[in-house]
């Protein structure tokens, strides 16, 4: 597996796509996700661990799926759940944005690994500040598209949202050694 940034076109189907759509604004309008950076973003955990992610009890069998056919993708064999992000998904609201960072582990035990990211877009806008930005690079990313990078070492962020639409994307973190 690469480490560079890669797009993966139609990564799911549209059938899927509306599915995984439909359960993250259902759980949106239940009040089920939390604030993230700025009062726009929100995220929900899917799994990290026990403690912080209800269990698991958003962590349905047609996610698990999904992170079979991913890891599958990535050629990733006992796959780690990143323990800082976990499994999320990220909801933004128009005129929200992913402020320019790296996900990077303070704890030393993590010194050898990585957060090697893989993101489903879910719903977009038209627009490209939607689109993701990886070390300074735009990726246009459609509905049901995939990409993957890594999250510890390359700086990461979106423009401030202009559309009307959400951004919602589903987003798996593995640690990984780095390489």
């Known amino acids: 597996m690469g480490l560079e940034p890669k797009v993966y076109k139609n990564f799911i189907t549209e059938e899927e796509r509306l599915h995984f759509y439909h359960y993250a604004t259902t759980l949106f309008d ?32 047609e996610v698990h799926t999904l992170v079979e056919r991913i890891t599958k993708t990535l050629s990733l064999t006992n796959a780690v759940v990143d323990p800082v992000i976990g499994f999320i998904i990220s909801y ?43 070390d300074g690079v735009y990726y246009n990313i459609a509905k049901a598209d995939a990409w993957s990078f890594n999250a510890t070492m390359c700086a990461h962020e979106t423009l401030p949202i202009i559309g009307h639409e959400p951004r919602i994307v589903y987003q798996f973190g593995f640690l990984i050694d780095k390489v």
């Open 30 to 61: 239940q009040g089920k996700f939390y604030p993230n950076a700025n009062p726009r973003r929100f995220f929900l955990i899917l799994k990290r661990n026990p403690k912080v992610d209800n269990n698991g009890m958003y962590y349905t069998k």
């Open 92 to 134: 933004m609201e128009p005129r929200a944005f992913i402020h320019k960072h790296k996900d990077l582990y303070h704890d030393e035990k993590f010194n050898d690994k990585i957060n090697y990211r893989f993101n489903i877009m879910v719903e977009r806008g038209s627009d490209k500040t939607y689109d993701p930005i990886i």
